[in-house]
């Protein structure tokens, strides 16, 4: 969720031993925030289901990938597609039964499939050599082998890009500004834990290039992520 009325949460991520707990830890006593190690939670979920002698076994995957392209000097159209077969996918499910007010979830394991694509095109008009539309649509589907949902699988986005290039005297070479309208589309295939996310649109906007002052070459970007300040909700978010 995206409000200027909400929580702020910061999340550093990096490789293992990198120190990103430790550094998280300074800037959460520094700020006065909530520390969350995320890493601990997924250990001590391991933990737990070694304790209950959870029988689980590896997942294993099968990948197929397609990609098709078609690209002259002033147009390309793309489709990029996927098909991940997932045997003994580990997951989540209620019990049915409640503990301390809180109902009470198990791992189980089921084979399951992943699905979609990526889809769009790019548009470069001859001899408006300065102007770029970009489109791209893009899909994922998750299910498993009993027919029902995988969770945690994103909604459908279409995001839709203008794009312009331009360079001002000696100063600034390479310039550039965009603005974007990003629509994610209701997520109803949801599993048995998860509740519906609605729809939203988000316009963003950006510019910047190559800036020459001098002897001193440097190069700029900005960006505006929603740029309107709408409020929102991503069907990943931990917030929801």
């Known amino acids: 969720m995206m409000a200027s009325d909400t929580t702020p949460v910061i999340t550093i991520d990096g490789p293992s031993a990198s120190g990103k707990g430790t550094v998280a830890q300074l800037v959460a006593n520094e700020l006065g925030f909530h520390y969350l190690d995320s890493g601990a939670l997924y250990r001590l979920v391991a933990l737990k289901a070694m304790q ?12 197929i990938d397609i990609s098709l392209e078609y690209k002259t000097d002033h147009f390309e159209l793309f489709a990029n597609g996927f098909y991940n077969r997932l045997n003994d996918y580990i997951y989540l499910t209620p019990t049915g039964e409640i503990e301390d007010g809180s109902p009470v979830y198990t791992y189980i394991q089921e084979n399951a499939k992943l699905y979609g694509g990526e889809f769009g095109f790019h548009l470069h008009p001859h001899p408006l ?3 770029h539309l970009e489109s791209t649509f893009e899909t994922v589907i998750g299910k498993q082998n009993n027919g029902n949902y995988l969770p945690l699988i994103p909604a459908n986005t279409w995001k839709n890009t203008f794009r ?16 974007s309208l990003q629509s994610t589309f209701s997520q109803k295939n949801i599993s048995q834990f998860e509740t519906e996310s609605p729809s939203y649109n988000l316009l963003n906007l950006g510019f910047g290039g190559d800036i020459k002052l001098g002897t001193t070459e440097f190069s700029t970007s900005v960006s505006v992520n929603n740029l309107l300040n709408k409020k929102y909700i991503n069907h990943l978010s931990r917030l929801k």
């Open 52 to 63: 209950t002698a959870v029988d689980l076994t590896n997942e294993k995957k099968t990948q």
């Open 129 to 131: 050599d300065w102007l």
């Open 164 to 179: 312009t290039e331009f360079k001002i005297n000696y100063w600034l070479q390479q310039g550039y500004t965009s603005i």
